[in-house]
Nanobody, 121 residues
Framework: QVQLVESGGGLVQAGGSLRLSCTAS????????MAWYRQDPGNQRELVAT???????NYADSVKGRFTISRDNAKKTVYLQMSRLTSEDTAVYYC???????????????WGQGTQVTVSS
């Protein structure tokens, strides 16, 4: 019943910036951890950044200092601001959310459909 819709992907020149958005909808009581992952064809999906319900963030070493994850609880949206992009950042980016559907229930994990980010050199 929880759906995640991602947007903001596209083609960008190396050194440029891009902002990804992921909005949750459906029957949601609350959202706990939110995260972004990325995956190249044939490669394993890797964790890029996480943000807790209290706003604490963590980043992969490869993006630390260049990417910023944030959230808007009123909009049920998580963002990934990407700066100083390189060709190594080219991948499909997926949002991932731990959401509680109703009061008293345990959180469940949900994935977005992914959005393509291509960085040209």
């Amino acid at each position: 019943q929880v759906q995640l819709v991602e947007s903001g992907g596209g083609l960008v020149q190396a050194g440029g910036s891009l902002r990804l958005s992921c909005t949750a909808s459906g029957s949601i009581f609350s959202i706990n951890r939110m995260a972004w992952y990325r995956q190249d064809p044939g490669n394993q999906r890797e964790l890029v950044a996480t943000i807790t319900s209290s706003g604490s963030t963590n980043y992969a070493d490869s993006v630390k200092g260049r990417f910023t994850i944030s959230r808007d609880n009123a909009k049920k949206t998580v963002y990934l601001q990407m700066s100083r992009l390189t060709s190594e950042d080219t991948a499909v980016y997926y949002c991932n959310v731990d959401a509680v559907r109703s009061f008293g229930r345990a959180a469940a994990n949900y994935w977005g459909q992914g959005t393509q980010v291509t960085v040209s050199s």
